[in-house]
């Protein structure tokens, strides 16, 4: 049993890649691990089937992990990879969304301006095989590897259409698919600017997207709309370079950790790529982490007005530890707590808009239901700092004789000046079936 701890404490160590995370004098750390140890040793010698030792101890490094708060946890070396796609914010593949229907693989919609698209893979159609091979009742995820590969290389569909007799042969060539990529579009004077998440490609789609939107408009633009609604977030450094395009100067974050050594300040550099035009960020209770870090850092700076709903309130910052370079999976642990430029910390507070709109007339309770946010999460972090509570008496919401297409964007529209605030109202659309979508 002794050698059974202490091939557990080096296996341990080995898997921290050099993080102090056991102090090996204490004793105290020696008799827990020598408890683990008999449990492992039980598990692995009397389970009724042989359990694995690869399967006991990702599950073990998943419990500890998911014991500590609702966003550390343990990769495993697929979900790692599919992690790296999404913060890369590219892969290579086909650029078609597909979902599961009855064991068939069905194509959702294939994205504009892709092998897919050109091809002329249509919604509706069934993958029946992949090279040859059929993919008739495998898992999601399984058929997604099948799909992605290098930029370059071709791949064969089967394809089962609608009103065709037999299937049909295409041949596609993968490319590189952005994933959840910044767009923009002019809403009359107005720049509008919509950012999904924070990946490694969002400073630089944010500064061509205001790039675009200067040439396409030009002296008659009345300032932007940044919408950072249902943004969960993602990579730091970005929510950090997206709120320096428009700040001259200040803290734009602070990051503060277990000990005082740990704590870091980010702040801005000179020039505004928006020229100092006005700009109105809009957010709701999907606005979380990356995204609220951004909105906090302007709104403390009075450089944007921030109109929706109380964001999620996730003032937390996680670290990724890869193990064995990736290959036995990461750590994704809570590694500190972040504060806007006012030293506030937004933890399950959120941040609180300076012109609360609701999205429809039926949202009654968004700023009184924590449904959905941080603070319902089990095990979240503890606030810190006084309890902020928002005005729900003032908050605007829309004529629940009228639909709008987006009336938190035609509210603010009007409030820069825009005629596009007058949206064409129309006969609210059926509800589409849900479907467990994944791209690729």
Do not use: W
Not at 141 to 146: G, H, I, L, P, T
Not at 336 to 353: C, D, E, L
Request: charged share 25%; aromatic share 4%; proline share 5%.
């Amino acid at each position: 049993m002794k050698g059974l701890s202490l091939a557990l404490l080096s296996a341990a160590v080995a898997f921290c890649g050099g993080f102090a995370l056991l102090h090996l004098a204490n004793a105290d750390s020696s008799a827990e691990l020598a408890r683990f140890g008999k449990a492992y040793a039980t598990v692995r010698a009397d389970y009724v089937d042989d359990p694995g030792d690869q399967a006991l101890v990702e599950g073990a490094i998943s419990g500890m992990l998911g014991k500590l708060d609702p966003h550390s946890s343990y990769f495993d070396p697929r979900t790692f990879a599919a992690m790296q796609v999404k913060t890369e914010g590219q892969y290579g593949g086909l650029g078609l969304v597909i979902s599961l229907d009855d064991s068939l693989i069905r194509v959702v919609q294939p994205i504009d301006d892709t092998p897919a698209s050109r091809a002329g893979i249509k919604a509706g159609d069934h993958i029946l095989s992949i090279d040859g091979k059929q993919v008739t009742g495998l898992k999601l995820d399984d058929v997604q590897d099948k799909l992605r590969g290098p930029a370059g290389t071709k791949v064969v569909l089967s394809i089962m259409r609608e009103g065709t007799k037999d299937p049909f042969d295409v041949t596609l060539t993968r490319q590189i698919i952005a994933v959840e990529a910044v767009t923009h579009k002019r809403e009359g004077d107005v720049g509008y600017i919509k950012i999904p998440a924070f990946n490694e490609h969002t400073d630089a789609g944010v500064k061509s997207a205001v790039e675009a939107l200067q040439k396409q408009i030009g002296p008659h633009l009345k300032g932007y709309i940044l919408d950072l609604r249902d943004d969960g977030g993602g990579l730091l450094d970005q929510a950090i370079a997206v709120s320096d395009e428009f700040l001259d100067g200040g803290e734009i974050v602070s990051v503060r950790g277990r000990r005082p050594s740990d704590t870091q300040r980010y702040d801005a550099q000179a020039g505004d790529i928006a020229k100092g035009k006005p700009i109105i960020i809009l957010v709701n209770g999907g606005t979380a982490s990356a995204s609220e870090i951004v909105a906090g850092a302007l709104q403390d700076h009075k450089r944007a007005r921030v109109e929706g709903s109380v964001t999620f309130g996730k003032g937390s910052v996680q670290t990724v530890v890869p193990l064995n370079d990736g290959k036995d999976g990461a750590l994704h642990m809570t590694t500190a707590r972040y504060y806007t430029p006012s030293g506030r910390s937004i933890q399950t507070t959120g941040i609180i808009p300076d012109v609360a709109v609701a999205d429809s007339s039926t949202d009654e309770a968004a700023f009184e239901s924590l449904i959905g946010r941080e603070a319902n999460l089990p095990g979240h972090l503890a606030a810190e700092g006084p309890e902020v509570k928002s005005d729900v008496a003032s908050v605007i919401r829309p004529d629940p004789k009228k639909t709008y297409d987006d009336f938190q964007l035609s509210y603010a529209l009007g409030l820069l000046g825009s005629p596009q605030a007058v949206r064409v109202e129309r006969e609210p659309p059926p509800d589409p079936d849900r479907t467990d979508n994944q791209s690729n």
